[in-house]
């Protein structure tokens, strides 16, 4: 079967790579692709994502048997509504559907229909009564653009002060877009630490993937400004069965369900993110699609074949693999390298050195994101996020060090990353010991020890 990757992210190399693993597994066409998944063995084709006409005709001429649309932006304007329609098969969900992404005013309100546990909030259309709103707030908020803004529509501010500017900044200066800030959500900042949960979807059948845990601020420490993603581990130890089996509750299922009996059926990957508050877990976003970089360590561990996945999911069969979805035991450890300056402004061009190398290094992968070939053959950089790291090892600690065994490998011009992926996971504390036997009073005790005398 010929598949179709649509994008040209570390996601996108990663799906690319699984899923030529397949042995039903044809020509797989990646559009635009980066240089990792045409040395992984795909055939890029320079379409952009936003092309739909074109992407539909390229894909019905090289009779595709599937299409995996990797970003949100091409789901949002309607490509899998628009493929279907000409009888292609799509992973992804409808643009209705992928409100849930597409809209925070959208997704909010779902949550609030649905009794989905999220952060309180208010919805304005106009600056005025917002910035009443929150002259009475409570410290810190967060105040979001309703649209797609790449990550970047979300302010957390400390005071009166910087919500009026967040306010200005999304309505008035239209700083991320005039449709993103048509509408703002105001609601209370949480406290925690944050899980990337992701699910399977497909007409009533959910099916959880093993929680992952992303790195949003570009510094150590979780310092600095937000990203696209740092970096990723899985299986995250936060996500134990008992929570994703309540998010399944309390999250996936009213969530939807919602979607079913409103008409815009969701279909594809759900991922909620959602923040461990001392109050329970609390959805902070829903996705519409794979994460990035999630997906490169959640793939490495995957054993079971993704073609056939993906595809009894726009088929609508994905009971079928109820309980029977194979999981590597090892954790696997996702380091994302950033061109100098990400995730402000960046150069391009610069030849990479030690992929190779970092490669045949035993459990290694390292996915391609903003990479292309240059006139010379070499591999340049090509974006902000360059590559991502991936490596399996017998324990967290394991993985976590080969993935920088790799890192230390490669190199390129202004190249910086985090050094502390997974020490979330890796510094928690240990679970609480049983606690020692109180200690007797003294009469009892017998001379030179503690234990009681016997009898
Ligand atoms: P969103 O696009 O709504 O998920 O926001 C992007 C990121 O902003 C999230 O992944 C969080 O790190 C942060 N964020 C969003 N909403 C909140 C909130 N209510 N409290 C704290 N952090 C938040
Ligand atoms: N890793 C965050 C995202 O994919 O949105």
Known sequence: MNILVVGKGGREHALVWKLRQSPRAGTVFCTPGNAGTARDGATNVAIEPGETDRLTRFAVREQVGLVVIGPEDPLAGGLADFMRARGLKVFGPSKDAARVEGSKVFAKELMRHADVPTADFQVFDHPAPARTYVETRDYPVVVKADGLAAGKGVVVCRDNAEALQAIRRIMTDEEFGKTAGRKIVVEKRLDGEELSVLALVSGRTILPLPACQDHKAAQDGDKGPNT????????????????????????????VHTMKRGRYPFQGVLYAGVMLTNQGPRVLEFNCRFGDPETQPLLMRLKTDLLDLLEAVADERLHEFDGKVEWDPRPAVCVVLCSGGYPGKYETGKPIDGIAAADALPGVKVFHAGTRVDDRDRVVTDGGRVLGVTALGDDLAAAKARAYEAVRLIGFAGMHYRTDIADKALKAKPPALPAEPPKLPAKFRRPGGDKPAAG
Do not use: I, Q, R, S
Request: hydrophobic residues 45%.
């Open 228 to 255: 696209g993603g740092m970096g990723a581990y899985c299986p995250a130890p936060a996500g134990t069965p008992k929570l994703l089996a309540d998010l399944e509750e309390a999250v996936f299922v009213p969530t």
